[in-house]
């Protein structure tokens, strides 16, 4: 047993400046978890998370740029569309040609300027982007939606993201935010942010936040306040376990009883960012269900109408996901060669509509939902036991829940391999 869940983990990394991976909105803001390893194996359609509190206002037939972090630039374009409140395909942002729905001119592109309609107006609607990485599946799509109220003049009121002041037709921000509706923040603005132990340093970042604080050695945490035990990377390590993950990345722990505290260190080869996870022995595969995700029965999609400029194909029926396999035990931190495929959990054939189509006008239609990418990434890493007994295995992961008629839960396909070193 571990001394406390409430454990203090002091760890030493040799690194560069970490990194976020892959894709995730930044305006409109994304759903509550912004997560960015969103994509239509892992998670569930067509968002991989649900609606949350998280809401921005648009005026229709405005003209912005909808912008996203991209931290790897995957083969293949992007897409964005409006989804309605029943999240259908509504309405393309970007281009739809005979030859590809996807945007392909620029695999670095983390902005396009829309604009909508005017007299527009959608409430409770959603922005999604989907982004191909085409490396590993031609059918793999990561995905982040934003949830959003597109409104008439008359019922718009411009609240400048709540980080400013909208004076004489425009936003006057407050302090370390930036943008032309505020929707943006710095970590600091000067040394004085970064308190005494820190200073405040343009990473010259791409998307927010552009300036950060870096602090001293033995320093950490928002505005460098907390003090760490660790000053020095001269560490004796003969009193800790150790493990060997791979060739070059080190696991040494030691269980600190008086303290009720484990302290880890991580020694790697590497250019990049490192990471480490585990869980109780107790846990089940069952965890992977976060977020859950509730299915709802949709009414038949709505009719169309001159505004919406849908351009969407039929939905098609829902295919199974496959079935699924324990968790591989515990192994290198990041996989160096293509991960054998590991199943999902199964779920069971999505109902089709018996509502019948509104005839007086045709209803858009909604698009199929991209085929699934490889299977998931190895569990994370279980810390080992100064006992070193051998780990168990995880259990199965559970069933799944039907998926929601308007997004078919795509096919399953081999497991990507890992991205090129950082």
Not at 53 to 74: D, E, M, Q
Not at 143 to 165: M, P, Q
Not at 214 to 227: D, Q, V
Request: proline share 11%; charged share 30%; hydrophobic share 25%.
């Amino acid at each position: 047993m571990w001394p406390s869940l409430g454990c203090i983990l002091l760890v030493i990394l040799y690194l560069s400046q970490c990194v976020l991976a892959h894709v995730s909105l930044t305006f409109p803001a994304a759903r509550k978890y912004d997560l960015d390893f969103l994509d239509n194996s892992r998670t569930k359609g067509p968002c991989g998370m649900p609606k949350g509190s998280v809401k921005t206002s648009l005026l229709a037939g405005s003209t912005f740029n909808i912008t996203w972090h991209l931290a790897y630039p995957h083969r293949g374009g992007f897409k964005l569309h409006v989804l309605d409140s029943l999240q259908r395909p509504l309405l393309d942002l970007t281009p739809v040609t005979k030859d590809s729905e996807f945007v392909r001119t620029d695999a670095t592109a983390q902005f396009y300027q829309v604009t909508l309609p005017k007299d527009f107006e959608c409430e409770d609607c959603t922005i999604r982007l989907l982004r191909e990485a085409s490396e590993w599946s031609n059918n793999y799509r990561f995905w982040s939606c934003a949830d959003v109220d597109i409104k008439n003049r008359n019922k718009y009121k411009e609240d400048c993201s709540g980080h400013g002041r909208y004076l004489l037709s425009k936003c006057r921000c407050d302090r370390l935010y930036y943008g032309n509706k505020c929707q943006y923040k710095e970590e600091c603005s000067e040394d004085i942010d970064c308190g005494d132990r820190g200073r405040c340093v343009d990473v010259k970042a791409s998307t927010a936040p552009r300036k950060q604080c870096y602090c001293e050695l033995g320093w950490f945490g928002p505005g460098c306040t907390k003090k760490s035990a660790l000053k020095s990377q001269d560490i004796d390590l003969r009193d800790h376990n150790h493990r060997e993950l791979s060739k070059d990345f080190q696991l040494y722990w030691k269980l600190m009883e008086e303290e009720g505290e484990i302290e880890i260190v991580l020694k790697a080869n590497s250019t990049s960012y490192l990471g480490i996870g585990w869980r109780p022995r107790s846990l089940t595969a069952s965890c992977k269900n976060f977020p859950e995700i509730v299915d709802d029965t949709p009414p038949p999609s709505p009719a169309a109408t001159s505004d919406t400029h849908a351009n969407v194909k039929a939905e098609p029926k829902a295919e199974p996901e496959p079935h699924a396999e324990p968790e591989p035990k515990s192994g290198e931190a990041e996989p160096k060669s293509e991960p054998k495929s590991e199943p999902e959990p199964k779920s069971e054939p999505e109902p089709k509509s018996t509502e019948a189509e509104p005839k007086s006008e045709p209803a858009p239609k909604s698009e199929p939902e991209p085929k699934s990418e490889p299977k998931s990434e190895p569990a994370p890493l279980s810390i080992p036991e100064s006992s070193a007994e051998p780990e168990p295995k995880s259990e199965p992961e559970p069933k799944s829940e039907p998926e929601p008629k308007s997004e078919p839960e795509p096919k399953s396909e081999p497991e990507p391999k890992s991205e090129p070193g950082r």
